[in-house]
């Protein structure tokens, strides 16, 4: 045997191509065969097709051991059976241990992990390169005082899966893995010994004109026993053995060993192994390939090194791709010449294809492709889902937005969309025909791309079998014609250039295929519910990848991990460099700890290597071998600290500060060059900068108009000029506002478009007038909105920006389902009142007593009417609703509704409107609530009371405005103008009805009265479920104790002032609204969010804070918590927020009298 060893992986290789080339030119008829890891086989054979000429190509072999094997096996006409594939393989193992976790105690409690089954595999396959089988697990197992309970109980699992496992080979006709290397021994054993057939060994004779280098294998792990014995018979019979290592020494004793430096731990392993057992007639040492950098401390040399510090992942990736730009075209490399090695994928991958087509660089990416995220993997995912999860929203889309329904197009997939989430159709709902009604293109697409699949998708719900499930798997495949459809989107990628993606699709087409067949010979009729089966389908996936092979040869190359072993490049990027990702971290397995594998090697007298504690080592050659695959430099990137990445450097290679400081600059920043940056970023900087300068012209599509101005077309008829202003407003604005934060216009930092900075957002006063026309015209809700931020309101309103409408049975559904509910309750009991009122002849508890007979006091039966009336409200009533959120509306009406008709009946008051509306635009409606605000405009309000109850005896009224939320009246927002709706509805119901008004008040007999009522009070009433809680005692009645904590806990928030202060008051806010008024004129959209009394910010659940700029921590003024006074006029002070309102209403009428005011509780 001959050992070729160095300390470079690159260097090793090429030395075997070197070596086989000249014999194949020396000795054009003897063979080569150069045996190389399954993983390494396409790099080393693209390495040595790349120099070497075509006189020699026929005679030598790329093998593996197993393709050797194989290859052997055929040439004697071996008539073994086949050993199963690793998809075949992961399908039986998750087989048996699904469904049977209680016979697995320890593996069927870790099948839980993610890629379990991976894990799985490769310990079973570990032990099985190391002929540790059920008897030996077994025997293991009965050692009771060498190894401990946990250890035991795994040795019993593992034994129990193999002997499941090798009985189910069995029965199937297949070999148990690896039994090919075995047979493999064996065969070359009776060739070396003279004990096979003559015929049979007239065919391996060209093994004993054979030259076999051995590459790669003594660099991450030592041989294993089967290898063993295959190198032991192949020196025997070869001409020569040649041997690779991947170590700077071959140490001939343990001392030796312990000190090699981690980097060379596995090639000094297993040169140690082939000193004991094999005779070295000659050593090798390979230089390796001169390099103008550090020398490390293993006595390495490694090309120089530069840094790339960037703030986010996307500009780390944008700055490496410049510096690769700048090599192209100034240091005239070429791309091929150029490697990126990505420490964390999965944090980069996102952003890589998009980058690399904006700087136009070609690159292979050199990763194996998972089939599990293809486009028909998530067709079939989504058509499980249906049948599992009963038609879920999710499901749904997922398979319209596919593209496999040709019927539906993106924007019908969008439209649909929005249709379930605003109507809340999910599950069966989806079917419900009447939620349709008003949409019959969306029923007739529902039917023509939903409908055909129900009867397939009902079947597989109900399929027991495994076999039973792939027919109707298949069966809906061809239905929605997926065959066609996936050629036909492997087609479109190719077009497109997209070859990575075209093999992936056509690669998940045919693994889907191989797996359904395989499902249906391996486990036709073994029984698994859907999620069971999914899982079975995921883990087989988990071993179908497809390899891309290179077609374009100067290109970037792409990759992670040991895929970059033995690779050479001029430059090498490493991305994502930092602390947490760079080196390697080690990861462990949790199916065989290191101690276990120690234990288990004593107990069985075998020596087995650490699967966790050799990966420090594994990590250590992954490091090196990457340094040392540049020849000229290594650019580390990462987003984090330059000196922390200093120290790490320093503790990794033990680099002085001096050399670090002359090879890592503190930080880099992105190149300025315009010819380095890729097109879109070019085109952003450049957008930017004339943002800046020039107004921009906006092609914002025409809205609709603000809620409450129906007019707003006719308004202004031209449409795209009014917008076009806007647009120019904002960017001057925004000019603005940057000439204030940097006066420096050098200095000018640009920052994203799109975002309003914090601050004040002026529009032209002209414009506002021309956009309100003759004074704004709103909802009270509206400018309370507006109040309470006025840019939520400038981004709700005036640019239109909403989110999509989505039902939730949340609280604002409820209470639109109960303010229905009792809006027919009380219209009724109004109308009985009037009836009464024009008869004169029943009296007030004559009435009361009828209505409370009647359907229109059974909360049952209003729930059933509300429902009638409204299309929307009837999905409380559907299913997947009607228990959860239907059923409450009905237990909240049975509580709350008959103690609300208490509150009335027991009162003076009587109900006189129910749902008076004025400002609608509604012909019911009576006209805005009007205040001057100059003397050309006013301000229109519009709004809904839910009720008015009149006393008439007295002339007054008081309204009430019912509440589902705990909201109660806050007299510090009233006087602040925040809380405007209770006053604001007071002075709209009293101006309507005042003399000389429009309209006069329809009074309870049906007549016209000039009765002018005063405003008396206004109350929040609460119509929400009320928890009680109370001590538990043993001879009270419980449905009395409800009833009376019930009448206790349930209050309405009331204003409680009296007359005069209650005017006093009204007149404050009708000025509050006159300020909110003209503020709305001149345009003023500030970002200012009411933070009165608020320990959090009120922009939390604000859909608009990332536009102005409050996600990104930008402080505002708050407005003072306390505005009313805290002393009297005598200097007194004064506890009671009430108290200090009426102070300061009378402070500003100039009357200090005492209050006299009435009862707080209504």
């Not at 179908?544 to 040991?562: C, H, K, N, S, Y």
């Not at 430059?571 to 065989?592: E, W």
């Not at 405005?961 to 709706?981: A, I």
């Amino acid at each position: 045997m001959r050992i070729i060893y160095g300390p470079d992986t690159s260097a090793l290789a090429q030395t075997v191509v070197e070596e086989v080339i000249r014999q194949t030119n020396d000795w054009p008829e003897h063979r080569a065969l150069v045996l190389v890891p399954e993983d390494r086989k396409l790099s080393f054979e693209q390495q040595f097709l790349a120099r070497q000429p075509q006189t020699g190509l026929f005679m030598t072999d790329v093998l593996s051991f197993n393709r050797l094997a194989f290859r052997l096996a055929d040439a004697v006409k071996a008539s073994g059976k086949l050993a199963p594939s690793v998809t075949e393989q992961l399908l039986l193992q998750s087989a048996i241990l699904n469904g049977h976790e209680a016979d697995f105690p320890v593996l069927g409690r870790l099948s839980q992990r993610p890629a379990y089954f991976q894990e799985l595999q490769n310990l079973l396959g570990f032990l099985q390169r190391y002929d540790i089988g059920a008897n030996e697990l077994e025997a293991a197992q009965t050692a009771a005082d060498q190894l401990p309970q946990s250890l035991r109980d795994k040795c019993r699992d593992l034994a129990l899966l193999q002997r499941r496992y090798q009985e189910r080979l069995r029965q199937l006709g297949y070999a148990e893995p690896g039994q090919s290397l075995n047979e493999l021994g064996r065969l070359l054993e009776q060739y070396a010994t003279g004990h096979l057939d003559p015929i049979l060994s007239q065919q391996l004779s060209l093994l004993k004109q054979l030259t076999v280098w051995v590459c790669g294998f003594g660099e991450l792990r030592d041989f294993t026993p089967q290898e063993y014995r295959i190198l032991t018979w192949l020196e025997k019979i070869s001409d020569q053995l040649n041997v690779t290592l991947l170590t700077n020494r071959i140490p001939h004793d343990a001392m030796t060993l312990s000190l090699t430096e981690p980097a060379f731990y596995f090639g000094a392993l297993t040169g140690r192994h082939l000193a004991q057992d094999f005779n070295i007639r000659q050593t090798l040492y390979v230089e390796q390939a001169p390099r103008s950098g550090l020398t490390l401390k293993s006595g390495v040399k490694m090309a120089s090194f530069a840094g790339l510090q960037a703030s986010k992942r996307r500009e780390e990736l944008r700055a490496v791709l410049a510096q690769i730009k700048a090599l192209v075209m100034q240091e005239r490399c070429r791309f091929k010449d150029i490697g990126i090695y990505l420490t964390t994928p999965q944090a980069y991958l996102p952003y890589l294809q998009a980058e690399l087509a904006a700087y136009q660089i070609p690159a292979f990416l050199d990763q194996p492709r998972h089939p599990e995220h293809s486009a028909i993997i998530r067709l079939l995912l989504a058509l499980i889902d249906l049948a599992q999860y009963n038609w879920k929203s999710d499901a749904v889309m997922a398979l319209m937005r596919s593209g496999v329904l040709t019927q539906v197009n993106s924007g019908q997939a969008d439209e649909f969309e929005n249709f379930m989430l605003a109507r809340g159709l999910d599950h069966e709902l989806i079917f419900y025909d009447p939620a349709y009604d008003d949409s019959p293109e969306l029923r007739l697409l529902r039917q023509q791309a939903l409908d055909p699949l129900k009867p397939a998708i009902s079947a597989l719900q109900q399929a027991a079998t495994v076999q039973a499930k792939t027919a109707l798997i298949r069966q809906l495949m061809a239905g929605l014609n997926a065959e066609s459809w996936c050629r036909d989107l492997v087609l479109k990628l190719r077009q497109q250039g997209e070859s990575d993606l075209a093999v992936t699709q056509a690669q998940a087409w045919q693994s889907l295929g191989r797996i359904l067949t395989q499902l249906d010979l391996l486990l036709p009729q073994q029984q698994l519910n859907l999620t069971a089966f999914t899982e079975l389908i995921l883990t087989a996936l988990t071993s179908e990848l497809a390899a891309v092979i290179p077609t374009e040869l100067d290109q970037v190359v792409i990759g992670q991990g040991r895929r970059f072993m033995g690779q050479s490049f001029a430059y090498l990027f490493i991305v994502g460099a930092d602390r947490q990702s760079f080196p390697a971290q080690t990861t462990s397995s949790a199916l065989l700890k290191g101690e276990e594998t120690k234990l288990l090697a004593a107990v069985l007298n075998q020596p087995l290597p650490s699967l966790e504690q050799t990966r420090p080592q594994e990590n250590k050659v992954l490091e090196l071998q990457l340094l040392l695959a540049a020849r000229q430099c290594v650019y580390l990137s990462w987003t984090g600290d330059t000196a922390d990445m200093c120290a790490l450097l320093q503790q990794l290679y033990h680099l002085s500060p001096e050399q670090l400081l002359r090879q890592l600059p503190a930080a880099a920043e992105s190149p300025d060059d315009l010819r380095l940056m890729s097109e879109s970023v070019l085109r952003y900087r450049l957008l930017l900068r004339d943002s800046c300068e020039f107004p921009a012209k906006s092609g914002l599509p025409a809205p609709v108009w603000p809620a409450g101005q129906e007019n707003g077309a006719q308004a202004l008829p031209e449409m795209k000029a009014y917008w076009d202003s806007l647009s120019e407003a904002l960017s001057i604005n925004r000019k603005q506002v940057f000439d204030k934060s940097t006066p420096d216009a050098t200095e000018r930092q640009l920052q994203p478009a799109g975002v309003f900075p914090g601050g004040d957002i002026k529009l032209p006063t002209d414009l506002m007038t021309e956009y309100w026309r003759g004074g704004p015209l709103l909802s009270v809700s509206q400018l309370e909105q507006y109040a309470a931020c006025p840019f939520a309101y400038f981004a709700r309103y005036i640019l239109q920006a909403k989110e999509r409408e989505q039902f939730e049975p949340a609280a604002p559904d409820r209470g639109n389902a109960l303010h229905e509910m009792l809006e027919i309750s009380y219209s009724y009991l109004e109308d009985l009142l009037r009836q009464a009122a024009r008869d004169k002849v029943s009296t007030p508890e004559s009435v009361w007593q009828r209505f409370l007979a009647s359907p229109y006091a059974d909360p049952d039966e209003l729930y059933r009417l509300a429902l009638d009336r409204q299309q929307q409200l009837r999905r409380f009533d559907a299913p997947g609703y009607r228990l959860a959120h239907g059923q409450l509306l009905k237990k909240t009406a049975r509580m709350i509704f008959p103690l609300t008709w208490q509150l009335a009946q027991t009162s003076s008051f009587v109900p006189l409107y129910s749902e008076w509306r004025f400002g609608m635009g509604k012909k019911a409606a009576a006209p805005p609530y009007e205040l001057w605000l100059n003397e050309q405009q006013k301000l229109s309000l519009g709004g809904s009371i839910d009720r008015v109850d009149a006393d008439l005896s007295q002339g007054r009224f008081q309204i009430w405005d019912y509440k589902t939320g705990g909201v109660s009246v806050n007299y510090e927002n009233m006087y602040g103008g925040t809380d405007l709706q209770l006053l604001t509805y007071l002075d709209a119901f009293a101006d309507w009805h005042r003399p000389g008004s429009r309209s006069s008040l329809l009074m309870p007999s049906g007549e016209q009265s000039a009765l002018r009522l005063q405003p008396y009070d206004a109350a929040y009433l609460p119509i929400r479920p009320i928890h009680i809680t109370h001590p538990f005692e043993p001879s009270a009645d419980p449905k009395e104790i409800f009833r009376e904590n019930l009448q206790k806990t349930f209050k309405a928030s009331a204003i409680s002032l009296p007359a005069e202060d209650l005017a006093r008051l009204m007149a404050h806010n009708r000025k509050n609204l006159r300020q909110l008024g003209k503020q709305l004129l001149a345009g003023s959209y500030e970002v200012r969010p009411d933070t009165a009394g608020k320990t959090d910010s009120p922009c939390v659940y604000c859909a608009y804070r990332s536009s102005c700029g409050m996600e990104s921590g930008l402080t505002f003024a708050r407005r003072p918590e306390r505005l009313l006074p805290e002393c009297d006029a005598a200097g007194q002070r004064i506890t009671k927020s009430k108290d200090r309102l009426i102070a300061a209403l009378r402070a500003e009428d100039g009357n200090n009298a005492e209050a006299t005011g009435k009862d707080d509780s209504v």
